[in-house]
């Protein structure tokens, strides 16, 4: 983005970095957004699902 002292942030660098045309470019950004989901799922979040509080409840059953 031009309006941070000519600095696009992460997302351009991405983009300018990958090679091909536009829509080659496109392909892969959705590639590599499958991938960084797939992990997600697959590895990250049951290895943090113990470690966060979502069975603690405190409305009992009565």
């Known amino acids: 983005m031009p309006w941070r002292n000519g600095r696009d942030g992460m997302y351009g660098w991405i ?3 990958l090679p091909g045309n ?8 959705l590639i ?3 991938a960084v989901v797939y992990v997600l799922f697959q590895y990250v979040f049951p290895w943090a699902e113990p470690l966060l509080p ?4 405190t409305v009992d059953n009565q």
Do not use: G, M, Q
Request: glycine share 0%; aromatic share 16%.
């Open 32 to 34: 590599l957004a499958l």
């Open 15 to 17: 983009w300018r970095h």
């Open 22 to 29: 536009a829509w080659l470019k496109a392909l892969i950004s």
């Open 54 to 57: 979502f069975n603690d409840v």
